[in-house]
């Protein structure tokens, strides 16, 4: 089974956000990141179902060169392979659109990713890229099995959950306790540094409309945590 | 002009967190609301739609619908938007809501944006405000095209009552069998219980709380409250309550008008899910716990005496 894992790169959940350049940048002074939380459950359990059935996990993020480190650490963890388009993550439909170029390509028989991302939680990229490719997309996902070509997953619905079945090929956006994080061990690290990269150039969506301009602010108060 | 708003239900009855969006979309005074409701729904219930401000409600009668099966639903919606000639989708932010919402923008070719805070400004182009950075930080941005999908954080406006009532018509879109790919085999959910995000107080607890045992204590402040209980993210983890009531960075986002964190550090990940909220009331017996400075009231005193006292006087005060 070939895996694909969509992966962000984001301030540490303990990260105090503020901005520059006129409030439309992220101050990243001082800022650690890492991969967004719910999509290290999405690898996670990209990773366990390889061990338990074969295939190969590739991880993919839509980024600049500063999200290198952060791929290298997918890699460590076990994923298989790395693919990073070279662009700033504009907007969800524009992430989207790569995911869905290099998903196309790859013939993916799972596509997985975090529910959302936090920092700009849209949650929304894993519907997106499911409508582009045509194929069913299910959010969020808390219990992923797979039985030849048929999956078996829990999402979470408001007071309680709901069981479902469908075939590969499809989109999970994944949340907690699909599995544990992982933390990546010495031999991880080192057999990261050989493991396979390619580098994507963006492929160029038409014109469309989008947001933009995007000015941020703290909340009313903001000196405390609120 | 008018604008479409995607309403859902539970326990039959319309949520609230789809009222305030009929409110929010009533209030954007870009037209006449249509509200849509997919599934099986008893139409006196619809008909209150209107009494926030929606004229009419297109009903899918279809019983295929009443689970929330994400491909037919945006399917359902991108028809709807077409033959209403909408061009605004308004809806609730929720578990279904969103995933459904991605899947209507790329078929309609609509902007999208999420976790929307206020009306959007509409005095130049179209501005919006969302939370981003799970609440701790804002984003305004401009939203372009013809056609704008806007998923509303729940406290975004108040609930306007008009005192109308909508007319109720049948919707009778076309469905394939691509659009139900996906089977629900099975569906656990608590009847009868405030759903934790549509919930106007919130009682959570924490590892403080020391164990499972103990939540009877929480449920009975929470009744007395007509509140909804949530927990930290430990607590899920062990198992001590359901997964879906967990709280915070990696949960559910609450922004409910008053909640009350029993036994709960507040750490920042907690904080991110609770920040949103009107009014945030510690109970702690560290005088020292991280949350007290987050909160408008803390109490400083061990659970075990003053949550009985706390429901005692809440009861006393009705
Ligand atoms: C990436 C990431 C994401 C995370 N996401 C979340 C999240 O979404 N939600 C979340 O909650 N956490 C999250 N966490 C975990 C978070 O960091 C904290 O560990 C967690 O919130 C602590 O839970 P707690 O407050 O219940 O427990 P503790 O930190 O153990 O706090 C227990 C509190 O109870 C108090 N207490 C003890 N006994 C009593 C008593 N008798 N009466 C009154 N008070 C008492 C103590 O003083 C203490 O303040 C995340 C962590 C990471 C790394």
């Given at each position: 089974?070939?895996?694909?894992?969509?992966?962000?790169?984001?301030?540490?959940?303990?990260?105090?956000?503020?901005?520059?350049d006129n409030n439309t940048k992220l101050n990243s002074a001082g800022v650690q990141f890492i991969i967004g939380p719910y999509d290290d459950y999405a690898l996670a359990r990209a990773i366990e179902l390889k061990e338990q059935?074969?295939?190969?996990?590739?991880?993919?993020?839509?980024?600049?060169?500063?999200?290198?480190?952060?791929?290298?650490?997918?890699?460590?963890?076990?994923?298989?392979?790395?693919?990073?388009?070279?662009?700033?993550?504009?907007?969800?439909?524009?992430?989207?659109?790569?995911?869905?170029?290099?998903?196309?390509?790859?013939?993916?028989?799972?596509?997985?990713?975090?529910?959302?991302?936090?920092?700009?939680?849209?949650?929304?990229?894993?519907?997106?890229?499911?409508?582009?490719?045509?194929?069913?997309?299910?959010?969020?996902?808390?219990?992923?099995?797979?039985?030849?070509?048929?999956?078996?997953?829990?999402?979470?619905?408001?007071?309680?959950?709901?069981?479902?079945?469908?075939?590969?090929?499809?989109?999970?956006?994944?949340?907690?306790?699909?599995?544990?994080?992982?933390?990546?061990?010495?031999?991880?690290?080192?057999?990261?540094?050989?493991?396979?990269?390619?580098?994507?150039?963006?492929?160029?969506?038409?014109?469309?409309?989008?947001?933009?301009?995007?000015?941020?602010?703290?909340?009313?108060?903001?000196?405390?945590?609120? | 002009?008018?604008?479409?708003?995607?309403?859902?239900?539970?326990?039959?009855?319309?949520?609230?967190?789809?009222?305030?969006?009929?409110?929010?979309?009533?209030?954007?005074?870009?037209?006449?609301?249509?509200?849509?409701?997919?599934?099986?729904?008893?139409?006196?219930?619809?008909?209150?739609?209107?009494?926030?401000?929606?004229?009419?409600?297109?009903?899918?009668?279809?019983?295929?619908?009443?689970?929330?099966?994400?491909?037919?639903?945006?399917?359902?919606?991108?028809?709807?938007?077409?033959?209403?000639?909408?061009?605004?989708?308004?809806?609730?932010?929720?578990?279904?809501?969103?995933?459904?919402?991605?899947?209507?923008?790329?078929?309609?070719?609509?902007?999208?944006?999420?976790?929307?805070?206020?009306?959007?400004?509409?005095?130049?182009?179209?501005?919006?405000?969302?939370?981003?950075?799970?609440?701790?930080?804002?984003?305004?941005?401009?939203?372009?095209?013809?056609?704008?999908?806007?998923?509303?954080?729940?406290?975004?406006?108040?609930?306007?009552?008009?005192?109308?009532?909508?007319?109720?018509?049948?919707?009778?879109?076309?469905?394939?069998?691509?659009?139900?790919?996906?089977?629900?085999?099975?569906?656990?959910?608590?009847?009868?219980?405030?759903?934790?995000?549509?919930?106007?107080?919130?009682?959570?607890?924490?590892?403080?709380?020391?164990?499972?045992?103990?939540?009877?204590?929480?449920?009975?402040?929470?009744?007395?409250?007509?509140?909804?209980?949530?927990?930290?993210?430990?607590?899920?983890?062990?198992?001590?309550?359901?997964?879906?009531?967990?709280?915070?960075?990696?949960?559910?986002?609450?922004?409910?008008?008053?909640?009350?964190?029993?036994?709960?550090?507040?750490?920042?990940?907690?904080?991110?899910?609770?920040?949103?909220?009107?009014?945030?009331?510690?109970?702690?017996?560290?005088?020292?716990?991280?949350?007290?400075?987050?909160?408008?009231?803390?109490?400083?005193?061990?659970?075990?005496?003053?949550?009985?006292?706390?429901?005692?006087?809440?009861?006393?005060?009705?």
């Open positions: 089974m070939k895996i694909l894992v969509c992966i962000t790169h984001v301030p540490d959940t303990t990260s105090k956000i503020s901005f520059s059935s074969g295939g190969s996990v590739t991880v993919l993020n839509v980024g600049e060169a500063d999200t290198e480190p952060t791929i290298r650490k997918a890699l460590a963890i076990g994923a298989d392979e790395a693919i990073r388009i070279n662009s700033f993550p504009k907007d969800s439909f524009f992430v989207a659109q790569q995911i869905a170029a290099v998903a196309k390509e790859g013939g993916y028989d799972l596509i997985l990713m975090g529910r959302e991302s936090i920092d700009f939680n849209g949650g929304m990229v894993h519907g997106m890229v499911g409508e582009l490719l045509g194929m069913p997309s299910v959010s969020p996902v808390m219990k992923l099995d797979i039985e030849g070509n048929t999956a078996r997953l829990a999402r979470e619905i408001e007071g309680g959950k709901e069981y479902l079945e469908l075939n590969l090929p499809f989109v999970a956006g994944c949340q907690e306790p699909i599995a544990e994080w992982k933390i990546p061990n010495m031999r991880g690290i080192m057999t990261a540094r050989t493991k396979n990269w390619t580098y994507g150039s963006r492929w160029r969506p038409r014109p469309r409309p989008s947001c933009s301009a995007t000015t941020c602010h703290r909340p009313r108060g903001g000196e405390n945590d609120r | 002009m008018s604008v479409l708003v995607f309403i859902e239900s539970a326990d039959g009855a319309i949520k609230k967190s789809s009222l305030e969006a009929i409110s929010f979309a009533a209030a954007m005074g870009q037209g006449d609301v249509t509200a849509i409701y997919l599934g099986q729904l008893e139409s006196a219930e619809l008909q209150k739609a209107g009494n926030f401000g929606a004229t009419k409600v297109l009903h899918v009668n279809d019983e295929r619908l009443n689970k929330g099966i994400i491909q037919a639903y945006a399917s359902v919606l991108a028809q709807a938007l077409e033959q209403s000639g909408a061009k605004t989708l308004v809806l609730a932010k929720s578990a279904l809501g969103d995933p459904v919402a991605a899947r209507v923008a790329i078929k309609t070719g609509a902007s999208f944006v999420s976790n929307v805070t206020a009306l959007p400004d509409t005095t130049s182009g179209f501005k919006v405000t969302r939370s981003i950075y799970t609440g701790k930080a804002f984003a305004t941005e401009e939203m372009k095209g013809d056609i704008k999908i806007l998923a509303v954080k729940k406290n975004a406006v108040d609930l306007k009552e008009t005192g109308g009532s909508a007319q109720v018509e049948a919707f009778s879109p076309q469905l394939s069998d691509s659009d139900f790919g996906v089977t629900i085999t099975k569906t656990e959910k608590q009847e009868g219980e405030v759903l934790l995000p549509e919930a106007d107080i919130v009682v959570s607890g924490g590892r403080g709380m020391k164990g499972p045992e103990n939540w009877g204590m929480l449920e009975e402040l929470a009744g007395e409250l007509g509140a909804a209980t949530g927990c930290s993210k430990p607590v899920s983890d062990i198992g001590w309550r359901p997964h879906h009531e967990h709280v915070g960075q990696t949960g559910v986002k609450v922004s409910p008008t008053l909640y009350i964190a029993v036994g709960i550090s507040g750490a920042i990940q907690h904080l991110a899910g609770v920040n949103s909220s009107k009014v945030i009331v510690v109970i702690n017996k560290d005088p020292e716990a991280p949350f007290f400075k987050a909160a408008d009231y803390g109490i400083v005193g061990d659970a075990f005496e003053v949550v009985p006292k706390l429901t005692e006087a809440i009861r006393a005060a009705k």
